[in-house]
């Protein structure tokens, strides 16, 4: 079974807004409703698991319900850090899923992710039971000091960005956080579920990503994905309107 876990937990401070971005609307619809439409209508994804902010579950649910997604099996209250937010979601799932399922951790405000992106998640996760979405860098970077100003810089041919989804067979993930626990590790890792693996010193597995495959951060991100909404949209009417044609003109020459 392939479960995707989705990451609505955190407030978004960077965005401005006086609701939490994931309940912000574009276009008439909250983002994480976007991004649960992705999971909900990838056919290798069995069921979906929301993590979300502590006493949301039944606004969530709310949602899930108005917008007629069927694979919401799971809710998990996120904790006060990331990490912990993470670690509730993988632990509520130990006696509800086996040890050799797929689990791919997914922010709830990085809508723009794509099928071919999910499905070769799961490809490389079962190959190495672990992958974890990158990019290849496309801008030249350097490391900052204390004063934001450098004079040493990095290829980026030797750099990878990464981002989301995490995914991994659930055994793999569960021991991990299992064992920062036991290693008392957790609190002092930049937060993400990479950086508890880096820090066990263990090797992951790369699978696609794409360029505008972002996670909504600041309020440019929010016009930014407003726009791709609005391109995707002439997209569909365009090709809605060349079928149509051809079958007019199809008509035409009987």
């Given at each position: 079974m392939n479960i995707a876990i989705i990451l609505a937990g955190g407030v978004g401070t960077r965005v401005g807004a006086e609701i939490p971005k994931q309940y912000i609307k574009i276009l008439g619809k909250p983002v994480m409703v976007y991004t649960l439409e992705k999971f909900e209508k990838n056919p290798n994804i069995d069921a979906i698991e929301i993590v979300c902010i502590k006493g949301h579950v039944p606004y969530v649910k709310d949602l899930v319900k108005e917008y007629g997604i069927t694979k919401v099996k799971w809710y998990s209250e996120g904790g006060s850090t990331f990490q912990e937010s993470t670690m509730n979601g993988i632990f509520d799932l130990k006696d509800k899923v086996s040890s050799d399922d797929v689990v791919l951790i997914q922010f709830a405000v990085s809508p723009m992710i794509t099928d071919e992106i999910i499905n070769d998640s799961i490809r490389v996760c079962k190959q190495h039971g672990i992958a974890i979405a990158g990019d290849e860098m496309i801008m030249c970077t350097c490391i900052k000091d204390d004063e934001y100003s450098s004079s040493t810089s990095?290829?980026?041919?030797?750099?990878?960005?990464?981002?989301?989804?995490?995914?991994?067979?659930?055994?793999?993930?569960?021991?991990?956080?299992?064992?920062?626990?036991?290693?008392?590790?957790?609190?002092?890792?930049?937060?993400?579920?990479?950086?508890?693996?880096?820090?066990?010193?263990?090797?992951?597995?790369?699978?696609?990503?794409?360029?505008?495959?972002?996670?909504?951060?600041?309020?440019?991100?929010?016009?930014l994905f407003e726009g791709y909404l609005l391109l995707q949209e002439k997209r569909r009417r365009s090709n809605d309107i060349k079928f149509n044609g051809g079958e007019l003109s199809g008509e035409g020459n009987k």
């Open positions: 990095i290829l980026r041919e030797t750099l990878v960005g990464l981002n989301a989804p995490w995914t991994f067979r659930y055994d793999v993930v569960c021991s991990a956080y299992e064992e920062g626990i036991q290693k008392n590790i957790l609190d002092g890792l930049e937060p993400h579920t990479t950086s508890l693996f880096f820090a066990l010193g263990k090797k992951i597995y790369f699978s696609k990503s794409a360029t505008n495959n972002i996670k909504i951060t600041r309020k440019e991100d929010l016009d």
